[in-house]
Antibody
Framework: QVQLQQWGPRLLKPSETLSLNCAVYGGSFSGFHWSWIRQSPGKGLDWIGEINHSGGTNYNSSLKSRVTISVDTSKNQLSLKVTSVTAADTAIYYC???????????????WGRGTLVTVSS | DIVMTQSPDSLAVSLGETATINCKSSQSVLYRSNNKNYLAWYQQKPGQPPKLLTYWASTRESGVPDRFSGSGSGTDFTLTISGLQAEDVAVYYCQQYYSSPRTFGQGTRVEIK
């Protein structure tokens, strides 16, 4: 059974860098796109960006200048960095597997449990 | 960006009755070349990540009960829960993957009347 395990610091101060990791256990990493999605407390879902197993990325332009998604295929892991965080970046951050393939991708069939990251001085 | 708007924001339905959730996209998510609607539905229960219910507007994910059905095309879509059960209490989201960035509706909360 494929599982996504997330970890990273949960409390940050304004201007710091958010850094999260997500490891894929029990299944293939290659051949899929992987995304990060966040959910502000009590709010809806925002797609941050995606990466494929080759390292090709696609970011939401709303965060693009501050976001980096990377992959380490040797460890079946993907990572998220968001620089210069503010209180507005307080959210539950999810990693998710894209169920589609080729050009027909963009929906998510497997999600991590989520990491609540709080930005506060 | 494609804006996804769901209605209603919340609804209360009696056990065994039908819940209907609507989702409208600001532009068509139907790809004419393959006649596919790039639209998915998710269910999210408190403290849990979203769970994929349907994709391609109407294809049910493996393991999802057949009381959940998706329909619609172009810009107007519907998620129908037939014979609502207590475990269906959740927030439901639609999401388009026709273009980047992927965008979600604001969510519809389903409760028991």
């Amino acid at each position: 059974q494929v599982q996504l395990q997330q970890w990273g610091p949960r409390l940050l101060k304004p201007s710091e860098t958010l850094s999260l990791n997500c490891a894929v256990y029990g299944g293939s990493f290659s051949g899929f796109h992987w995304s990060w999605i966040r959910q502000s407390p009590g709010k809806g879902l925002d797609w941050i960006g995606e990466i494929n197993h080759s390292g090709g990325t696609n970011y939401n332009s709303s965060l693009k200048s501050r976001v980096t998604i990377s992959v380490d295929t040797s460890k079946n892991q993907l990572s998220l960095k968001v620089t210069s965080v503010t209180a507005a970046d307080t959210a539950i951050y999810y990693c998710a597997r894209d169920a589609g393939s080729g050009s027909n991708h963009g929906y998510f069939d497997l999600w991590g449990r989520g990491t609540l990251v709080t930005v506060s001085s | 960006d494609i804006v996804m708007t769901q209605s209603p924001d919340s609804l209360a339905v009696s056990l065994g009755e039908t819940a209907t959730i609507n989702c409208k996209s600001s532009q068509s998510v139907l790809y004419r070349s393959n006649n596919k609607n790039y639209l998915a539905w998710y269910q999210q229960k408190p403290g849990q990540p979203p769970k994929l219910l349907t994709y391609w507007a109407s294809t049910r994910e493996s393991g999802v009960p057949d009381r959940f059905s998706g329909s619609g095309s172009g810009t107007d879509f519907t998620l129908t829960i037939s014979g609502l059960q207590a475990e269906d209490v959740a927030v439901y989201y639609c999401q388009q993957y026709y273009s980047s960035p992927r965008t979600f509706g604001q969510g519809t909360r389903v409760e028991i009347k």
